[in-house]
């Protein structure tokens, strides 16, 4: 049984009359006729008293059209609200970003500029690297890419020139580990070369990766680190760390809540720590104007220093 043919049977209720009713219906009568049978044997009772003129109801049918009635405003109403929701969701923003900036940034960054009903996480990307979150615009699976990116020019072996960036804010990246019982660092920077540090390394492919490379090469120290672990989550890095397997840089804001309890401790001072830039990707060209608004309201808000 379709919903279409109990919406024939309230119109053929109406008019009483199988060519009308047919019209109105945009059908032929034939096929009106035909889909009328088939609800009547589909129900197993007659549902027209078709003796009478104009036609008129069986008591099956009387019955029947008060069911019709009930379903087809039912799912009218359901089909107005699923496209109520649709329509809604069509306007949200997609937001990509890594794991560790939806926990510790981005729920503060929504509340500063009202947008918790306008921007909607895509949680999918939590394990994307740097590469995939363009990938991710070109491909339209999200409207913009929130990520980490060095604060000194880098060449990344990007080409962002189909892009356009804000700069949220900064954050730094810093060396923690363990510590003795004693609360001194178990493993302390820079190692030697005959005992090297173990080392919970991000991704080779993430921007972190990179960055924190060129950066421990302009420290004059060099530093003696031996890889233990590679991970695409800081968080993983930090549960290992915790956990006292190595050494590992972490956001700042996702270590704070352990580095005053204790639990972890810088294994380096300052000149180890890399600064970061948390930037905001989107199309040169957004596919909605919900995104060109949006963006003109934090250009607004931020300020030319951070537009690019």
């Not at 008060?66 to 969701?89: D, N, Y």
């Not at 919970?200 to 993430?206: D, E, G, N």
Request: aromatic letters at 8%; one cysteine or more.
């Amino acid at each position: 049984m379709e919903i279409r043919w109990l919406e024939d049977f309230i119109v053929l209720a109406k008019t009483r009359h199988f060519s009308r009713a047919a019209e109105a219906q945009n059908v032929s009568q034939p096929t009106f006729s035909r889909r009328i049978k088939l609800l009547e044997e589909d129900m197993g009772t007659t549902l027209i008293n078709r003796q009478t003129l104009p036609l008129s109801l069986t008591p099956a049918g009387d019955e029947f059209l008060r069911l019709c009635e009930q379903i087809t405003e039912r799912v009218r109403t359901t089909r107005e609200r699923l496209q109520a929701m649709a329509q809604q969701q069509a306007s949200k923003i997609s937001l990509a970003a890594p794991q560790s900036l939806i926990s510790q940034f981005l729920p503060q960054w929504l509340d500063q500029y009202q947008l918790r009903d306008q921007v909607l996480p895509y949680l999918r990307a939590t394990g994307w690297l740097a590469a995939d979150y363009f990938h991710g615009l070109d491909r339209g699976e999200c409207d913009l890419a929130m990520c980490y990116w060095p604060q000194a020019r880098l060449d990344l072996g990007f080409e962002l020139e189909h892009y356009r960036y804000l700069i949220l804010g900064e954050e730094a990246f810093i060396p923690v580990c363990a510590p003795h019982s004693d609360g001194t660092p178990r493993y302390a920077l820079p190692g030697t070369r005959r005992s090297p540090l173990p080392f919970i390394s991000p991704h080779p492919r993430a921007v972190i990766a990179a960055t924190l490379t060129a950066h421990l090469a302009q420290v004059p120290v060099q530093a003696h680190l031996i890889t233990m672990n590679e991970n695409i989550q800081a968080s993983n890095i930090k549960e290992l760390v915790l956990q006292g397997y190595g050494i590992g840089w972490l956001p700042l804001r996702l270590a704070e809540a352990e580095l005053a309890s204790g639990q972890l401790v810088r294994a380096g001072d300052a000149r180890w720590d890399v600064p970061i830039h948390i930037r905001l990707y989107r199309p040169r060209e957004p596919r909605h104007d919900s995104v060109s608004e949006l963006w003109q309201h934090l250009e607004s808000c931020l300020g030319p220093a951070s537009i690019e």
